[in-house]
């Protein structure tokens, strides 16, 4: 059986699921039919429907446009320093240029990629995503920024606009009073399931990790702290937002602090643009398991007693880390993608490893964070004195415990569905995620938590790999159940969520900036 709604015009398709059968999915049946194993990719040839791929822009349609001046003030405080917690002070007069700022370094588009046999030319951002489909949307709540009307507001990243869709003083009070800027992270899930079916919940996850850092280090660059709110009803902030019902409710960001420039407040009327959002696609699939993994990942209950992270130690310390100069602004709008990395000889040094390692280890600041969920194995190719081999790192200690000595790069390839660049790096990683920690602490609701947090941290190596003059890439595809033999982890340890590499790239002459 199957029906079809009407949204607008578009049509979904819904192949036989009924609201019934929404909530009996739970994350790990989830995890556990989204693994990639050489038969389930054999069992599951995907051809992408290029007619009917979506369109990574969404725009409210009439609504009014506000401008967001063009070539705002670069942030000059050293990425590193900014990923080790040092706020920067950037003057901004007023706020549509504090908006613009943000935004420039965090969310616009950075490059453009021309395709050399169709002459097809794409737009890349500052945030990466997987395939490229950018399921992450920022809406975003202001109140008494100078020169700049209240109101709830919707980032247009294909021209640096913000569509208002209302105006007036809306409020959203998540800790004491109200913040000034109060964004809101959605996904909308059909942009990844058009390419990567089932499993595009978890890449939707991962990008909201990467955006999360992406607007947090962007705004302590400028000068103003974070904090993020993963656990919130959604169906209530959906309503507040008037979210179209294809955009999913992820994070809730707040951003304070004295560079935000604020006038005296003043009370006016809430007044509804609403808009209407623009078609994605011709049609939509609907995705039934990625819709019962979101009603499952909905938040039923409050958080308990989060379980600290496991401690151990390593034989080999960490020596201080490599620095670099170079400035947040430059490093987060040059930051790209290696489509490869040159293999041979070529190396990185220890100590760049360690700067890389030591972004990863800073706090995070968000109602989730108590305690980490995700543990790093590193899968050493060239890095000047240590020896080839698979470690784990011990952040506490800032050690490094050697789990297997040898050559990795056939494994680490292999194990990344073959993907090459995984071989060609000079480090490789998995993110192992205490899924079940998260869960026993915060409900299915911890299994979002747990990639939030594998994206943040890829963010922070695609920045700190950057400055150090290296070429980082997210890896969402690996053999799931392959890299748990490899590295010879029992279900009680956690599992793989996300792989990365970080090596000298191969240039891409697609590129143009
Ligand atoms: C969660 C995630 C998963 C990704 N997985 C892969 C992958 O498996 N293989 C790959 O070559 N690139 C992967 N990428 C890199 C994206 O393809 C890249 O971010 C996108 O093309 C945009 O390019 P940019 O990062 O240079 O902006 C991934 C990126 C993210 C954020």
Known sequence: MSFDVKIGQQVRIYPGISDAH??????????????????????????????????????????PVLDLPADPPSPETPVLEVLHGVAGATPIRDGPTFLSQLLFYSAAISASKRVPSTGYQYALRVNPSSGNLHPT?????????????????????????????????????????????????????????????????????????????????????????????GQFPDDEVA????????????????????????????????????????????????????????????????????????????????????SSTRSFGEVARMRRSALDFLGGTRSMSLTQLSAILAATSQPF????????????????????????GVYRLWPERSELEQIKSGDQRVAAAGLSLGQDLAGNACVAFSMIGDLERAVRAYGDRGYRYVHFEAGAIGH??????????????????????????????????????????????????????
């Open 22 to 63: 929404l909530s009996t999915m739970t994350w790990r049946e989830y995890h556990e039919s989204t693994k990639h194993s050489v038969e389930s990719l054999r069992r599951a040839p995907h051809v992408l429907d290029w007619v009917n791929m979506p369109d990574p822009f969404r725009h409210y349609e009439g609504v």
């Open 137 to 229: 949307e920022f809406h975003f709540l202001t109140k008494g920024l100078k020169e700049w009307p209240d109101g709830l507001y919707h980032y247009r990243p294909s021209a640096h606009m913000a569509e208002q869709r209302a105006l007036g003083g809306l409020e959203m009070k998540w800790a004491g009073s109200p913040a000034p800027v109060v964004f809101v992270l959605t996904s909308i899930a059909w942009r990844e399931a058009w390419k990567y079916g089932d499993r595009a919940y978890r890449y939707c996850l991962h990008d909201i990790g990467h955006a999360w850092q992406a607007l947090a280090l962007s705004a302590r660059a400028i000068g103003c702290n974070s904090f993020a709110f």
């Open 239 to 322: 309503q507040l937002y008037r979210l179209h019902e294809d955009e999913w409710p992820m994070l809730i960001l707040e951003l304070r602090g004295s560079s935000i420039p604020m006038r005296e407040p003043n009370a006016c009327e809430t007044v509804w643009y609403d808009g209407r959002p623009n078609q994605l696609s011709k049609e939509i699939t609907a995705n039934p398991s990625i819709d019962r993994i979101f009603n499952a990942t909905k938040l039923s209950s409050p958080e308990c007693c989060t379980e600290p992270a496991p401690a151990g130690a390593g034989e080999i310390k960490l020596p201080s880390p490599a």
């Open 365 to 388: 600041c968000a109602d989730f964070a108590g305690a980490r969920f995700i543990q790093l194995f590193l899968y050493v190719h060239r890095v000047d004195g240590l020896e080839p």
């Open 460 to 513: 922070r190596m695609y920045l700190a790999a950057e400055a150090l003059g290296l070429g980082a890439t997210g890896i969402g595809a690996f053999y799931d159940e392959a890299v748990h033999r490899y590295l010879n982890l029992a279900p009680e340890h956690g599992q793989v969520v996300y792989h990365f590499a970080v090596g000298h790239p191969v240039p891409d002459f697609r590129l143009s900036a």
